[in-house]
């Protein structure tokens, strides 16, 4: 199993990013995906969740209204994208295959003036 994350970066307070995890070793569209992030002095924490059908999704609170989780299993690859961007969102990012300790190396977003 290999998820890679990619997409993150340095953005200013109220911009966007879209992260990507590409998955393999497994069939993708069997399994719910996860983002989960960490940031600083802090337990990891997980954002938002999709499951096999892709229309059934959930969020953290702290991320609903302003981020969207989306899979594309014909690329077998999972999607967060990320709108009115805080500094509290700041952290490194990880794709999670779900209920399994799968994880992508991460990428850092980082939300800063």
């Known amino acids: 199993v290999q998820l890679v994350e990619s997409g993150g970066g340095l953005v200013q307070p109220g911009g966007s990013l879209r992260l990507s995890c590409a998955a393999s070793g497994f069939t993708f569209s069997n399994y719910a995906m996860s983002w989960y992030r960490q940031a600083p002095g802090k337990e990891r924490e997980r954002v938002a969740t999709i499951y096999s059908r892709a229309w059934d999704v959930n969020y953290a609170d702290s991320v609903k209204g302003r981020f969207a989780i989306s899979r594309d299993n014909a690329k077998n690859t999972a999607y967060l994208q990320m709108n009115s961007l805080k500094p509290e969102d700041t952290g490194v990012y990880y794709c999670?295959?779900?209920?399994?300790?799968?994880w992508g190396q991460g990428t850092q977003v980082t939300v800063s003036s």
């Open positions: 999670n295959r779900a209920g399994t300790e799968d």
